[in-house]
């Protein structure tokens, strides 16, 4: 096989004029024919291209230099695949709906039959599954483990593991869309096991490894019509592009982006304008982490302006080689990598460099029509790039740097990189402790060193502020250690301004310097983790500068508010508690999509519940039947609960009922293949259902009712006997339902850094355990959360409790009235008495653990344990 090389240029000198695209000439892999469709593989190593007129599929080697490897010729293939009709060679034309490939170049597609096929790239080996051969899917996607992810017509997720030694590959997890599955429409699933979802006018994530959902986009327009009206609005007008840290939705000419760690909606930019792209990526955090996931959404549906604007780019891509002229035809398809696109228009392909491409736009004219807006979005985008850095973690190497010069006893007051000097003077007079930064740049002109801003910033301290070490991170921001505190400064050259970007109190001795050494290794342990430490109380107390910061930053306020709010009550700061409380409540009536910062004042409950509890009453007060949704609706829900709480979507984990699944699928087989076989078993399987029909139900019910079987198929008397009785008995009436928000975001969630070793000893609750408050309790959202909770885990504690304490009681009195001469039943009977007497002295401890105070006062507690 001939091997086909081509190179990315990696020469500093361009002209913006003519941006880098190279067209992938080669040997003819798909024998001169238009390319249809193009994947990469997770960890971009592998990508394929397949040709509909062909009726092939080329396989890419990408991870140095773009390399041929294989082609995968399908008409070779027993692939049942539908003719295209609309060219000259169409007895020959055929369509795969969605293709994947994964890192070590197994392609998987699904042809018109939705029927999933597999195949290796290196020797065109069919590879089959264990199970789901009789299932309808829509999409198939490879995750960044290797595995296999298949959602199924029936809105149904297959996962399989690749990592077998023969060419059949094992199910491992299996879960379905349980309630109003035809209330949802898929939208797709990403390498990161991440299944997003459509639903009364929302886009849902649900996490398939931790099997949680989130709602993280409310769509303003109302989406009426049939189901495959809805389907089709979705196809064309919403895609998802993501990584580990945000996901970029593209809704009709917007792109939202969306933060998974702040768990809201942080900038947007209209698809249309470049000027607001290139203020996105004139930032370098943002470019190298949101462009790459902005390429695949800039398709050719909606996105004309866009690559009208982008001139230089549509032309050297439109050249046809039939009749060698541009077309006015735009269809285009991308995929990206980190560093390189690869495009398909017009049936060829591209590759394109994204810094030469980035350099090519910001070459572009301005367009001052929308000029507040641009700004306004720039200023934005300015936030996130900061913003950016602190989540990404980028500052750890510099500071880890840092410490290591500030232990050698290094000292330095003035930074100069690039033209731009950073000059740092510590103040320390009798009542003013602080820190003067000033930023001067050099004038070309003159030659002289123009002063641009300056920053004081003051500190709440008694002592006198002494600097270990500073450094610069790049041209624009500066890291200082000091014996107060590490900070980060930034310099913002359109506003000529310099903030405060992060703070982090430090305690050293104030006596003994000598000490300041081995404090500094303690605190160099703090900061060589991955991720920069939460600030502390002190943080907020001793420096007005970056409370301010936080409040008027809403990306900051989501990550430290909880941090800034508690140390605001703590310090009883009544006039910060009341502005942090309004901002939050001012970001969430502005935009429902900020519901997460109610999560701030709720989880700081407990603390207002013993210092300001006016405020829990307050809340309650101004958060009480709020709409899910901007747009009015009455949906209608199967439930006929008057107040019920849920989480949509309700994905059910049927890993357990994989064994029941294949037995199916051989019943099926059997029936297809050998009816004669097939009547005989079903025969005797209605024997024994008729002559065991009591045992039959019960032993079936339970293991439904635990997930050991299911009906993703039912073949088979066993099966489908058991599933239409409980269709027929279980068809609840649709009522009109209302949805509203239940305020109380994370007030019911327990810590993040949640141990369960630690939790046996140390136990720590939830804000919802420790904050009694009947004004909480009153309205609907508290009665709401009451009934979560008691039905989610609530009754079946104590169903388990008193289960417990019974047989407990049974065992203890036979075993002290039991004679001698059963001795060993007596042990065993004692034995049990014994563990289960121990279990529940260990909850007594615990509980008194938690709060002494209140289980000494309560005499139950007393008697109970003088029983045990």
């Not at 086909?4 to 500093?12: A, G």
């Not at 490939?101 to 290196?122: G, L, P, Q, R, T």
């Not at 450094?471 to 590490?486: K, M, P, Q, R, S």
């Not at 009522?735 to 239940?742: D, H, L, Q, R």
Request: glycine share 2%; charged share 25%.
């Amino acid at each position: 096989m001939d091997e086909i090389s081509i190179k990315i240029d990696e020469k500093s000198d361009i002209d913006i004029d003519k941006p880098h695209n190279d067209k992938l000439h080669n040997n003819n892999p798909h024998n001169d024919k238009p390319v249809t469709k193009i994947e990469i593989s997770p960890n971009e190593k592998y990508l394929v291209t397949y040709s509909q007129v062909d009726n092939s599929i080329a396989g890419w080697n990408v991870k140095y230099s773009l390399k041929l490897d294989n082609i995968l010729d399908l008409s070779d293939r027993n692939v049942q695949i539908k003719r295209d009709l609309t060219n000259d060679e169409s007895e020959s034309n055929k369509t795969l709906y969605q293709i994947s490939v994964s890192d070590d170049k197994e392609v998987a597609f699904i042809n018109d039959e939705n029927k999933i096929e597999i195949y290796h790239m290196n020797n065109s080996q069919e590879i089959i599954l264990d199970c789901g051969y009789y299932c309808d899917y829509v999409y198939c996607t490879f995750n960044v483990n290797g595995e296999l992810i298949l959602y199924g017509s029936n809105h149904t997720v297959f996962i399989y593991s690749t990592q077998t030694n023969n060419k059949k590959w094992d199910c491992k997890r299996v879960y379905k869309l349980f309630k109003d599955p035809e209330d949802f429409k898929f939208i797709t699933i990403s390498k990161y096991n991440k299944l997003y979802l459509f639903s009364n006018n929302s886009i849902y994530k649900w996490n398939l490894d931790t099997e949680k959902s989130i709602k993280i986009l409310i769509i303003d327009e109302e989406i009426e019509g049939k189901d495959w009206e809805r389907k089709k609005y979705i196809e064309n007008n919403i895609e998802i592009s993501s990584s580990e840290k945000f996901i970029c939705t593209r809704v009709k000419n917007e792109i939202i982006i969306y933060s998974i760690e702040l768990e809201i909606p942080i900038a947007s930019l209209d698809i249309n304008n470049v000027t607001q792209l290139r203020n996105l990526i004139k930032y370098p955090a943002l470019r190298s982490r949101l462009f790459p996931l902005l390429c695949p959404l800039f398709s050719n549906k909606i996105c004309s302006g866009f690559w009208d604007s982008v001139k230089g780019w549509k032309k050297c891509l439109g050249h046809s080689k039939q009749n060698d002229k541009l077309l006015t035809k735009c269809d285009i398809s991308v995929r990206a990598t980190n560093k390189i696109a690869y495009v398909i228009q017009d049936g060829d392909i591209w590759k394109v460099d994204l810094e030469k491409m980035i350099l090519y736009i910001n070459s572009l004219p301005i367009n001052n029509s929308d000029e507040v807006i641009n700004k306004e979005m720039d200023k934005t985008y300015s936030h996130l790039n900061i913003f950016s850095l602190i989540s990404y973690n980028s500052y750890m190497d510099t500071i880890s740097k840092l410490f290591q010069e500030a232990e050698s006893g290094s000292k330095k007051f003035i930074l100069e990189q690039n033209f731009v000097k950073w000059i740092i003077n510590y103040r320390n007079l009798a009542d003013y402790k602080g820190i003067k930064l000033q930023v001067i740049k050099k004038n070309n002109i003159n030659n002289r060193w123009d002063l641009i801003c300056t920053r004081d910033e003051k500190f709440k301290v008694d002592y006198g502020i002494e600097p270990f070490e500073m450094n610069l991170f790049n041209d624009n921001e500066i890291i200082i250690l000091t014996n107060v505190g590490l900070l980060i400064y930034h310099f913002n050259e359109n506003d000529k301004t310099i903030s405060l970007n992060y703070y982090y109190y430090m305690k050293f001795n104030k006596i003994d310097h000598s000490r300041d050494l081995r404090d500094l290794r303690d605190y160099r342990k703090e900061f060589s983790k991955s991720t920069l430490p939460l600030p502390k109380y002190n943080s907020f107390a001793i420096c007005d500068g970056w409370a301010s910061v936080i409040k008027n930053n809403k990306e900051y306020l989501l990550k430290y508010g909880i941090e800034l709010l508690n140390s605001a009550i703590k310090g009883r700061d009544l006039e910060l508690v009341d502005q942090i409380y309004k901002i939050c409540l001012n970001h969430f009536e502005k935009d429902f999509r900020n519901k997460m910062f109610l999560s701030i004042i709720t989880s700081t409950m407990p603390l207002l519940n013993e210092y300001y509890p006016e405020y829990i009453e307050k809340f309650s007060l101004e958060t009480t039947m709020i709409i899910d949704s901007p747009s009015y609706s009455i949906e209608h829900q199967s439930s006929n609960l008057h107040l019920f709480s849920f989480q949509y979507p309700h994905m059910v984990n049927l890993s357990r009922s994989i064994l029941w699944f294949k037995y199916n699928e051989l019943m099926s087989s059997l029936l297809e293949n050998h009816e004669r076989i097939s009547l005989i078993l079903n025969s005797f399987q209605f024997l024994i259902i008729l002559l065991t029909f009591p045992i039959y139900f019960i032993t079936f019910y339970i293991l439904s009712y635990f997930n050991f079987i299911d009906d993703l198929i039912t073949c088979g008397l066993f099966s489908e006997f058991y599933f239409k009785i409980v269709s027929y008995s279980s068809n609840y009436k649709r009522i009109p339902t209302i949805t509203f928000i239940n305020p109380y975001i994370k007030f019911v969630n327990y810590s993040k850094y949640y141990n369960w070793f630690t939790e046996l000893i140390l136990p720590k609750p939830s804000p919802f355990v420790e904050t009694i408050n009947r004004d909480i309790y009153r309205t609907w959202s508290g009665e709401a959360i009451l009934n979560f909770k008691w039905n989610k885990y609530g009754k079946y504690y104590h169903l388990a409790i008193w289960f417990g304490y019974i047989i407990l009681l049974i065992c203890f009195n036979i075993a002290a009235k039991i004679s001698q001469e059963h001795v060993d039943i007596q042990r065993k009977l004692l034995i049990t008495s014994i563990t289960l007497g121990s279990m529940y002295l260990i909850l007594e401890i615990r509980q008194f653990i938690y709060d002494p105070t209140k289980w000494i006062q309560d005499i139950g507690n007393i008697l109970v344990l003088f029983n045990i």
